[in-house]
């Protein structure tokens, strides 16, 4: 867009100096817009630059004395009569017929002597099939929460039957394993036994865990534990080492310092979604660079991608839970920085994403305490 805007500053300057297009000197700015540069004078086209030409598919010759409107597709055209505003989209018909959807900037010139408007012209086709392409997946998004509501019941009732219908008929099997292995004397039943009770074992540790996962966003808090934040970073950055590799990118982990904290093990989760999210939508950055900050009141990780960054207006909403209309254009919509959030908020923390310098975006995670926690 800068260097839209100083081509069309150097267009006016050389119109102020009633410079005639038909003129080489005064058509070099306009071709060096990577837009569409149109001249128009009582409603008929007096100049065009080659990029409007590819865009619309006619030779420039051919737009010489055409009518403008007449570009324009049929459905537009009242709504272009009518319209007063500067900027503004429309289609417009190419020379064999398809459709082009263009933003239009228009400013009043003096073109040989006379009044006339001057329009810079802009593609979106591509940006209006993102658009297209995103609203299908939000409505899919929109159609799967609807089936997660309904299903509420069912899922509640899956945790009654994990929390009481399995582990009881488990808990009685453990007890009579006890009772034989106290009183078996035969080595390899023995053995067989055993092998019984831990398989009995994990089925509850399994059961246990797969309840307390399903329950999180309804928790309140989380069982923490003391951990090394420096051990936990560096085993995700392994295990997403060949992932980035393939999409051409690198992780850089500045984390050489131990970092004590009380926490829980799904802290991972975390830095694990911010580092998925980096290859997946800031590949062009072509690194990403984790760090840690430690402070006397809290510890911050930072993930840092160099791709095209997050606008300030979806900076909140990306991380809420199917949040339609503030999304749109954001990459990456969906739970995972929804999750992100909620399992930070369980460590009394935060996340938040912010620009990262020169290109790119910042997630952060930040947990109170820090040197002051008393963590050893």
């Given amino acids: 867009m800068d260097s839209i805007r100083a081509g069309v500053e150097l267009m006016n300057e050389s119109t102020q100096q009633e410079c005639s297009f038909a003129e080489p000197q005064c058509q070099i700015p306009a071709e060096k817009i990577n ?174 865990n797969a309840t307390k996962f399903a329950k999180l966003g309804s928790k309140k808090s989380l069982e923490l534990e003391e951990m090394d934040l420096k051990e936990v970073v560096a085993e995700i950055v392994q295990d997403f080492a060949p992932i980035a590799a393939k999409a051409g990118m690198r992780i850089e982990n500045r984390i050489t310092q131990n970092i004590r904290v009380r926490a829980n093990r799904i802290i991972g989760e975390v830095f694990a979604n911010f580092i998925s999210n980096a290859i997946k939508y800031a590949s062009e950055g072509k690194r990403i660079v984790v760090e840690a900050e430690e402070r006397e009141d809290f510890v911050r990780v930072r993930v840092a991608d160099f791709g095209s960054g997050v606008p300030d207006e979806d900076k909140e909403s990306i991380f809420e839970r199917f949040t339609r209309r503030d999304k749109k254009g954001v990459k990456g919509s969906g739970l995972g920085l929804a999750i992100a959030r909620k399992i930070m908020e369980l460590h009394c923390g935060r996340v938040w994403v912010e620009d990262n310098t020169p290109r790119g975006a910042v997630f952060v995670a930040e947990l109170p305490g820090g040197k002051v926690s008393g963590v050893a």
């Fill in 35 to 208: 837009a569409g540069v149109v001249v128009i004078q009582s409603g008929v086209i007096r100049f065009a630059n080659s990029k409007f030409a590819d865009i619309s598919g006619f030779e420039r010759e051919e737009l010489q004395g055409r009518r403008f409107i007449q570009l324009i597709s049929p459905e537009w055209r009242f709504l272009f009569e009518i319209n007063e505003s500067p900027e503004y989209e429309i289609e417009i018909l190419s020379k064999d017929g398809e459709k082009v959807p263009v933003e239009v900037s228009t400013s009043l010139i003096e073109f040989n002597g006379a009044p006339a408007k001057m329009a810079i012209v802009r593609d979106i086709s591509e940006q209006r099939r993102l658009e297209e392409e995103l609203f299908r997946r939000q409505e899919e998004l929109i159609a799967m929460t609807y089936e997660l509501e309904q299903s509420n019941h069912l899922k509640e009732l899956f945790l009654d039957i994990m929390r009481h219908d399995l582990l009881n008929p488990i808990g009685v099997a453990g007890n009579f394993v006890e009772l034989l292995i106290d009183e078996e004397s035969d080595s390899e039943k023995l053995e067989l036994l055993k092998a019984i009770k831990r398989s009995l074992s994990k089925a509850v540790e399994l059961v246990e």
